[in-house]
Structure formats: structure tokens, C-alpha cells
């Protein structure tokens, strides 16, 4: 079985300035698998990307390896002020 946490972690460590300050969280229930990411604010765009292209992309990698091991998995990433 596929870590999606430690997969997702791989590719936002990849992205960001401070790969330290990188936290994902997973929660498993009814819906599927959902991992949050957390990450030091001046990172967080870098994440999100330009109208959100470096997020859509990676969710759509990440839902892929979930499909392949039928399991649906969703990303949140975290704004700073929430």
C-alpha cells in the first residue's frame, strides 16, 4: 500500500524554501483519505501557485496514486491566518 503522506511530503518538500517547516496531516474516515499541509507562510504560495496551478497539479498526482490503490484522497492546504 502507497504512503500518500510521505508521497505528498516528497513532492512539497521539492517546492519549498523551508522543506523543515512542513507538516502533513492524514485523516482517514467514510470519504476517503484527506492530508493537510501546513507549511512556513512565505511557502505557502509557492504551494498554491500561480491561480493555483502548483496545487491543482499536485492534487491531481496525488488522487491518480489514490485511484490506483482505490482509495479517494483529497488535499487541504493551510492559509497562514486560518
Not at 13 to 25: A, L, M, Q, W, Y
Not at 46 to 57: E, F, R, Y
Not at 73 to 82: A, D, F, G
Amino acid at each position: 500500500m502507497v504512503d500518500y503522506k510521505e508521497f505528498l511530503e516528497y513532492i512539497i518538500k521539492g517546492i519549498v524554501n523551508n522543506p523543515d517547516k512542513v507538516e502533513i496531516e492524514k485523516t482517514v474516515d467514510e470519504m476517503g483519505v484527506l492530508l493537510t499541509v501546513k507549511a512556513h507562510p512565505s511557502d505557502v504560495g509557492l504551494i498554491i501557485g500561480k491561480k493555483g496551478s502548483v496545487a491543482q497539479a499536485i492534487r491531481a498526482l496525488t488522487r491518480i496514486v489514490g485511484l490506483k490503490n482505490k482509495a479517494r484522497v483529497n488535499i487541504k492546504i493551510e492559509q497562514p491566518n486560518q
